[in-house]
C-alpha cells in the first residue's frame, strides 16, 4: 500500500489539502492535489490504474474500487466537469512528479549578472584581458555589465569612458549585443551586454 495508506489515514481526520507544488519545492502552489477522502465533489471521471475510462461513478464507488486494488484515488483535472480522478499509488506518483521537476531544473540555465571594470585610461593589456573574461561570460551565457569607474576629474570628461565602452562592445559585437546603453550615474557609467 507504501505511502498511500497513510495519505488515507490523514484525510479522514482532516480537510488537509496536500499541495504537490509546496512538496517539491515549487513555487506555483495553485495547483492542489486531492487524494481519496479529500475528493467532495460527486459524481468524478473515473480513469483506472492501467489508464481506461471507468466512466461516470460517484466518489465512494470509485474510492471503494481504489481501496480494493490498494491504491489511492488521485484528482487529476479538478476544474474539468465532472471532475476526472485516477486510480494510482499517489506515493509513487509524487516521486515521479518530483524526479521530473528535479531533471526540468538541472535542464534550466539561470541567467546571471556578471560585471567587468573598466577606467578611462585603461591600457591595452588591460583591456584586453578584461574583455577577454566579458567574452567567456557572455559564452555562458550570462549577461555582462560592463561599468565604467572615474575618479577626481576624470567625471568632468564622460567622452573617454564612453569611447572605451564603445571599443568594447564592437570588441564583442560578434557574441553579444547592446542590451542597455552606457549611461552616467554618479561616478560610474554601465552598460549592460546580453548573449546574442
Known sequence: MGQGGRTRG???GSRFLFSLGEELGI???TKRVRVNRQ???SPVRVIGSDGSQL???EVDSALRMAEDQGLDLVEVAATARPPVVRIMDYGKYKFEMAKQARLAKKKQHVIELKEVKYRPGIDDHDFDTKTRHARR???EKNKVKVTMMFRG???AHPELGQAVLERVATALADIGKIESAGRLEGKSMTMILAPK
Open 10 to 12: 490523514l484525510a479522514r
Open 27 to 29: 513555487q506555483d502552489t
Open 39 to 41: 475528493i467532495r465533489i
Open 55 to 57: 466512466g461516470i461513478l
Open 137 to 139: 561570460f557572455l559564452e
Open 153 to 155: 576629474r576624470q567625471v
